[in-house]
């Protein structure tokens, strides 16, 4: 068996105010500085939805790209 890496592009949110990012924190969210802790959104929309409803102040979202591993059989 062989890995292979695959890349995703991602996004996260950064609340404009106070420049910390979306986080999730015991199934609600949380604000983090750090950008390696940032939730990561799969779709756009939904990174806007989650923002305009916790960012009152403006927000900006950012594609990011991460590593997705997967197993081949060879």
Known sequence: MAQQLN???LFIVQDSESK????????DVGF????????RFA???EAV????????EGFHVTKVVDQAAS????
């Not at 939805?49 to 009152?56: I, M, S």
């Not at 197993?71 to 060879?74: D, L, Q, S």
């Open 20 to 27: 910390c990012f979306l986080m999730p924190e015991d199934g």
């Open 49 to 56: 939805d989650t923002a305009e409803l916790h960012c009152h």
């Open 71 to 74: 197993f081949i059989h060879e």
């Open 7 to 9: 890349f995703v592009v």
């Open 32 to 39: 983090t500085s750090w950008a390696h802790e940032a939730g």
């Open 43 to 45: 779709d756009y929309g």
